[in-house]
């Protein structure tokens, strides 16, 4: 993968109507994807910053389906936000007992259909788990429940991915 230079950022962000703000916590290879052409699971596969949502993607047994047709709009957390969560909380995730659990929290994260940066709008949105996620716009940010969207649109040959710097939970989840 080529490195993404500093003017192709910035001529990426003009395109996507984002500001350099939108970008402070993405790195230049997250951006570089947006062109790149696969399904979110192979783009996300191709990205060290989603280590962590690939391998709880592979022990839920979610892989085959978020490489199917699709359309999918994921809203994708980062190690960074895998990290944040409480201590123990990835790991206890990752076991095979906690497989419908960890399904719930990554269909959680999915919505059907490709929704474009352009096309997003407050309110509730119903997720593949089945409870909705609120979005919230102010201004030129956008939030999922309590995570801000850090890049958007992209773009897969099943839908798109827009990455969040935090893993937001279904409501009730028990762990």
Aim: net charge positive; with cysteine.
């Amino acid at each position: 993968m080529k490195k993404a230079t500093l003017a192709s950022v910035f001529a990426l962000s003009v395109l996507c109507g984002l500001n350099a703000s939108s970008f402070s916590s993405v790195s230049a290879s997250t951006v570089a994807q947006k062109t790149e052409a696969g399904t979110i699971v192979t783009i996300a596969a191709g990205n060290k910053n989603f280590s962590t949502l690939v391998a709880a993607l592979k022990a839920a047994g979610l892989v085959e389906t978020l490489s199917g047709k699709g359309p999918f709009t994921v809203f994708a957390p980062t190690d960074a936000a895998f990290k944040a969560l409480p201590k123990g909380t990835v790991e206890k995730l990752l076991k095979p007992e906690n497989k419908q659990a960890l399904v719930k929290v990554l269909t959680y994260h999915v919505v059907p259909g490709k929704v474009l940066s352009k096309d997003v709008k407050p309110g509730n949105v119903k997720s593949f788990e089945g409870s909705s996620i609120k979005v919230s716009v102010t201004g030129d940010k956008v939030k999922v429940n309590n995570a801000n969207v850090t890049a958007v649109d992209i773009k897969g040959s099943n839908g798109v991915i827009h990455v969040i710097d935090a893993v937001i939970l279904p409501p009730g989840l028990k762990l």
